[in-house]
């Protein structure tokens, strides 16, 4: 499903929304990276999330991004069992379009033969950044020992860091990306020392112990105790819901990056702080769902994805309040939910919300 490319159209030339994307891997329009040894063009990253940023979503967002606003973006992760994983697996995720924002494949897995094969074939097709995931709490991950469960055993990150960092060869930087803790956060720095001492390049820290899971509450000083505890550079992760909070929490934790993944949900632009009319707002879910549906998806897969959106969407005003929230999400003639998203798309401002 990700490896075709985007329906002709998409991003529309002549829609001053839109940036073209690139078709060249080399991105010639992209500025300097902020951070040197980084392929970041801002300090701001879209977070990897499995069933979100597949190309069909992920492009949609760079697409709506200048690369001084969103400086890099990442694929979901690419699970390595016990082999390296093929170039065609890493292709599709990587999907077709190039945009002047680097994007990066994130590998999971702790099978470090397969880590370091994997990471070797991520820097043979060009991409810009292989990051690996310590966080994921998912239960299929942590049975083999994957994502989170790392975190119980920082030597064994170490390691698997390391095993990136010999397959990449130096050709490009290879980042972590960890949660605070398994079942608590007083270990950060342990954490956050063993993604460094393995040679990552930046540390990603999703601020919830995996106990914690996606609780309502964070607390940033943990990504702050981590700025503390590296000389790498560190990206903040989770809760930044809105435009503002990227440079608020830049400010009160000291990263150097903040990435952040379900504002992203909420608001495609938000790394831009692009406010948008309803109509522009719409296009997004529509072109969405469009693109599924030509991926082959069918209507009640497409439909799903939207929903998914839609149920933490802000943008443009297109959900007014929880009933109309609510409304969306329990439709179940998918044919005329979709019809009814393309007809907002091009209907402009003042229509409701169809019940
Ligand atoms: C649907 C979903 C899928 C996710 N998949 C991944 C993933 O593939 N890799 C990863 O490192 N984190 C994944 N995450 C975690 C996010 O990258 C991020 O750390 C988390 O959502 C907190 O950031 P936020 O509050 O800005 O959303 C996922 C999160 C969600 C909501």
Redesign the pocket.
Known sequence: MHNRAPPAGRPRPGDPSMLRPDETSAAPSAPAPVVPGLPFTARTLL??????TAPAFRDLVLARHAPEDLGGAFT??VRVVDRPVAHKEIKKHLGEARFPIPVGV?LMGRDEPGVEGSARHVADLGVPVCDL?F??PARGALKGCAGAAALEDPAGLERVVAAAVRGVEGRIPVTA?IRAGFEHARDVEVLARAAESGGAALLTI?CRTRREG?QPEVDWTRSARAVGAVSIPVAG????WVHADIARMREETGCAFV?????ALADPWVFSGRSVPRDEAARVLAEYGDTLLALGAPAKAAVGRIKQLLGYWTAGGLVTSEEERTAWLRRTDFAAFLDDVRTLAGAGAGHGVPR
């Open positions: 977070a990897p999330m499995e069933g979100v979901e992760f994130q995931n966080g994921c990306k999703h996606y992760n989770g809760s930044a990435m952040t993944g379900r504002s």
